[in-house]
């Protein structure tokens, strides 16, 4: 007990409170101090997701595995959509897993808000870390969904090229847009309920905005530069490029907008979460 | 470095007044707004009526002080604590404060209930700003001070709601601040329970850690702190020794006069067939009064009307001290042979009357409740707070000793002293 005490005894930090004015600090350090938090909030997410279903983690990769089947049938087989010169399994596939990881963080992290509610009422933290703890938990499930990949690309016999070193790149970038749309929806979600049932309608337009059923390349040329507003086409494409090594559909310039735009969504996001942070316990 | 643990400077919040039916904007709403209104919307953009619920609050608490915050529900005591623990953000003013800060505005915020009770404690712990090494050097100290061992991997959706209760509050005993902000968190579990987080508490308060301390019970507030301030309507009103401050308190905000009478505004709806009327304390010469001798007897009278008749209905009164102790409960219909006789009653005016023999109550100030209800049925009327009045202990036995006696009751009993 003792001890404890003495390890606590260190110069007394200091916080002011005041009303905030303007365009705010994002108070890093303390997100710095709570990071431990980070980690339990998606480690609880994790283990209450899985907890009293017995398929478990198993749904990680139904759920990409089933839409691939859907997908390589419909889309693949009838509709005969181009797939780089692929097989179409694999090539869908993956697509689907950073579109999968961007569609589960976005609902999750936009909606986090309004379920922590009863915490961030009670007690102090960065709220920040609510949103982004959600995108963190769903980064669990893209790794198991990831594992089914390698073993698709052991059968199809692709070996991957030195394009894969890139690939955190755009899983990043993935990471990014998908918190930035989240802290965005989020922070709306908590002033404006209409945002929930906006949601799964704007997720699935979202898709079909991206080239995950078909290629970029069906996509006329004048209209790519456009076409790669949308973060998560660079994502997607990028995808293919470092694990498949893909070619027509992807260019310097689409990776250059899509990153740009991440970013600012992800930057403005903070900002504007933020902002809002001040008057969250107020509105929940 | 300054002494200052706290400091706050004309703080002050402001909320905007929701109706029921509006409470979440939508934005279907805000834009037709809007649009219908332009300029009222960029004159006044919050669009809806305000209110303060705490303004022009200064005070500053020195190193060490645990400071007690006592007011009426909606005197802005919540309010204040939520402020200074950071959860929301003041409309105005400014507070500083120095050192680690763990404010427990209720217990096991972030319990998941399919966790498991060691999974909650971490959760839990990293919630209040607990690290994990420190949790994991405080876990089974936690674990002891809960009482619930073996239940610690079950998931907490099991457990009844006073293990709950008492291995949420078990977490936050130990967290060790150097400022701790506590809002009414001792009203858990069980007496026994009560007992050892009071323990806790002042054990805390023992260490010189600064401790921000709002409760209604007032004699935890006495105990616990040194000194308190006192929140009226938003407003602070008084800051005194806790003694004086809880004295102020107490004598402001309750009926006065030794009598309670209800208008039909007061009585809610719920309690009909049942009215009630009055409740009045009188002495010995039958006088409604707010002051009793303790050598007298008292009469407390109850007076009511039944708008149809009931069944089984008893008549009963609550006497507390006003620190928020029970002396006693007693029905009018206590006795066997009362209730079988007044086994219904009819429609009509009543009183149900008591006497309270002489030599029973210290000196002290009381509180007297009133309950109608019928048994596991239905409770007409309650109100816990109706009358306080005083007793006064001239000619009370042992008063040749100028002495405070510990104790509610002071009864006259017959000591023999025999020498063998």
Known sequence: MKTDVIETVKKPETVIIQPMKGLVALNLRDLWIYRELVYFLTWRDLKVRYKQSVLGVLWAIIKPFLAMVVFTVFFGNLAKLPSDGLPYPIWSYTGLLPWEFFAAALSVSARSMLTSGNMVSKIYFPRIIVPLSSVFANLIDF??????????????????????????????LAIITALGV?????????????????????TQLWMFISPVVYASSIVPEKWRVLYSLNPMAGVVEGFRWALLGTQQSISPLMIAISSVIALTLFISGLFFFRRMERVFADMI | MSNLAIKVNDLGKQYKIFSEVNRYQTLREKITETLRSPLKNLLNPTGSETFWALRHVSFEVERGLVLGVIGKNGAGKSTLLKMLSRVVEPTEGRAEIHGRVGSLLEVGTGFHPELTGRENVYLNGAILGMKRSEIDKKFD??????????????????????????????VSAHLEPEILIVDEVLAVGDAEFQRKCLGKMSDVAGEGRTVLFVSHNMSAVTRLTKECIILEHGKMTQRAPSSEAVDYYLSHGYEKGGERIWTSDEIPSES????????????????????????????????????????????????????????????????????????????GHYISRCTIPADLLNEGRYTLGVNASVFRIKRYFQDANAVVFNVNPTGAPGMHWVEPRQGVTRPRLDWQIVEK
């Open chain 2, 141 to 170: 100290e936690i674990v002891a001070f809960s009482e619930i061992e073996q239940f610690i991997d079950t998931p907490v959706k099991r457990y009844s709601s006073g293990m709950y209760m008492r291995l949420a509050f078990a």
């Open chain 1, 182 to 202: 989240g802290l965005w929806f989020s922070a709306l979600l908590v002033m404006y309920r209409d945002i929930n049932y906006m949601l799964p309608f704007i």
């Open chain 2, 272 to 347: 009909f067939p049942f009215k009630p009327i009055a409740l009045r304390v009188m002495n010995a010469k039958g006088q409604v009064v707010d002051s009793v001798r303790s050598v007298e007897p008292l009469t407390l009278e109850m007076d009511y009307s039944l708008d149809s008749a009931i069944t089984g209905l008893r008549v009963g009164i609550y006497l507390m001290t006003v620190r928020g102790d029970y002396v006693f409960t007693s029905f009018d219909t206590d006795d066997p042979e009362q209730f079988s006789k007044h086994t219904e009653r009819r429609a």
């Open chain 1, 143 to 172: 790794l198991i969904a990831f594992v089914i990949l390698i073993g698709m690309m052991f059968f199809y016999h692709i070996t991957p090229t030195i394009n894969m070193l890139w690939l955190p790149a755009f899983m990043l």
